[in-house]
Every structure is written in structure tokens, then in C-alpha cells.
């Protein structure tokens, strides 16, 4: 196991947000995150990263604490929590990535810029360099913040509702690039808000509502039972089935 949550507690002032979370995933896996609004989703990824303060628990990865190794924790966060007026230009986000590894100050290396050109080459934004993020559509600032994660090189990819609002053709390119990150063994954690199609492409789900109500394959953790216990209700799947 590559990281493994122990325990987890999060409170906000008056909210529990996360409860005796524990859950472990291997390299090469991609885990979905799913379950209802305020289910707790996006506070799990806050707390792998150290954003929130935890109460108890533990976060580790490759075997220690990963508090020391963000530098290899890649995060793209919903596209509701980025302020797209800040002015930056496409390459220096993604440019933003290196400076973990090098310095802000330092000019980047060439080496670095290689790897930006890739990243934005990877998922067809290098022409689109030099515009301002603000001005480009939500599926193409979704790829740039993809590229972004790609050029940070890490190990571990945190994604809060990637494809919430973006075309197809951003949804493929997305699909093509986990793929590409699993088959070089890296983890991905992806938090989805439906229950799209996007599930079939996860190897586990997990099924959050403060606690962890189920994980496991898609026939383990969508059950009617789990949906009930986590929805309060039933729902209706991409399939059309209601479960
Ligand atoms: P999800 O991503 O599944 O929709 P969140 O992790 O955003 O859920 O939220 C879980 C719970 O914590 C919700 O009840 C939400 O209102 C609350 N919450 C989230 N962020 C904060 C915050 N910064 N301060 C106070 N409460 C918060
Ligand atoms: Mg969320």
C-alpha cells in the first residue's frame, strides 16, 4: 500500500467533517471519491494534503508521513475555489509546478521549460501559452491545471471534481492522461459529484458521508443499501438504473 489514512478526524468550528476516516490504495490504482454534498469529499483531499488541520490520524504515504513529501503530491483543486482573474498567463501556471523544484527566483532551467512545453503539449494547450488563464473556457483551464499536476512529476495525483463542467473533448484527453499515470504506476484520487460514467473507469470507489460508509469495486460499493445509508435516498445511475 502506498498510503494509507488512519483514523482520520476533521472539525470544522461547528461541523464534523470527517470521522475515524481510514482507507489504504496502491500505486497504479485510481480511486474515486464519491458521495453526497458536504459528504466530506473535498475535505478528505484537504487533509491528505495537510490544508485542514486533522484531529488524530494519520496520513502516510510511501510509508511515512507525507507531510514531508508534497513535493510529490500533485493537486488540482474544484474550479470554484480558483480566482481566474488572478493575472497569469497559462505557462506560468503550469511553470508554477516546477518551482517546487527549483526556486521563484531562480530562472527556470531549460530543463524545467521542456517540461512545461511537454505538459502543455501533452494535453493540447501549448498554443494557448501565452493567453491569461482567465480567458480561456473552463475545460481549457481544467487541461492547463492537468498540465500543471503532469509537470510537478509526482507520485500521488489529487483531482477535486475534474470533470465537473468541461466538454468532451476535455473529458477525453483527462481519461487518456489518468490512464497514462496509472500505467506508470501512480496513484490518482479523483472526486466525482455524480455518478457518471466517469465511476467505470475507477479499479475502487469510495463512498464517503463523513465516515466511510463503503469501499471496494463498483459492485461492492454501489449497492442499495450503501446508497440509501449515504444519500438518505435512492439515486439514479448513468446507466439509468436507480439504485
Ligand atoms: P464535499 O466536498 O463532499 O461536498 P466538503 O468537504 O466541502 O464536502 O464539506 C464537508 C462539510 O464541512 C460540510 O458540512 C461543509 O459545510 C463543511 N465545511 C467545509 N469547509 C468548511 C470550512 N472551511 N469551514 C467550515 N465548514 C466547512
Ligand atoms: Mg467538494
Redesign the pocket.
Known amino acids: 500500500m502506498v498510503l494509507e489514512v488512519e483514523n482520520l478526524n476533521v472539525n ?2 461547528e ?1 464534523t ?1 470527517l470521522e475515524k476516516v481510514s482507507f489504504s490504495a496502491s500505486p497504479g490504482e485510481m480511486v474515486g471519491i464519491i ?10 483531499v ?1 487533509a491528505i494534503l495537510g490544508l ?1 488541520p486533522i484531529e488524530g490520524g494519520i496520513v502516510k504515504f510511501r510509508d511515512r508521513a507525507i507531510k514531508k513529501q508534497m513535493r510529490s503530491v500533485a493537486y488540482v483543486p474544484q474550479r470554484a475555489q480558483i480566482d481566474w482573474d488572478y493575472p497569469i498567463t497559462v505557462w506560468n501556471v503550469v511553470m508554477m509546478a516546477r518551482t517546487l523544484h527549483t526556486k521563484w527566483l531562480r530562472k527556470p532551467s531549460r530543463e524545467s521549460q521542456q517540461i512545461v512545453k511537454s505538459a502543455l503539449e501533452r494535453v493540447g494547450m501549448f498554443k494557448w501559452h501565452s493567453r491569461q488563464i482567465g480567458e480561456l473556457s473552463g475545460g481549457q483551464q481544467q487541461r492547463v491545471f492537468l498540465a500543471r499536476a503532469l509537470a510537478q512529476q509526482a507520485e500521488l495525483f489529487l483531482f ?1 471534481e475534474p470533470f465537473s463542467g468541461v466538454d468532451k473533448a476535455t473529458e477525453s484527453v483527462m481519461y487518456d492522461v489518468f490512464a497514462e499515470l496509472k500505467q506508470n504506476g501512480k496513484l490518482l484520487m479523483v ?1 466525482t ?1 455524480d455518478l457518471g460514467t466517469s465511476l467505470t473507469k475507477c479499479d475502487s470507489l469510495l463512498l ?1 458521508n463523513k465516515q466511510i460508509i463503503a469501499n471496494g469495486s463498483f459492485k461492492q460499493v454501489i449497492t442499495a443499501e450503501n446508497i440509501q445509508k449515504a444519500y438518505g435516498g435512492s439515486v439514479l445511475l448513468f446507466t439509468g438504473e436507480e439504485v
Open positions: 470544522y468550528r461541523t467533517a458521495g453526497p454534498n458536504g459528504g466530506g469529499k473535498s475535505t478528505l484537504k485542514v477535486d472526486i459529484h464517503l
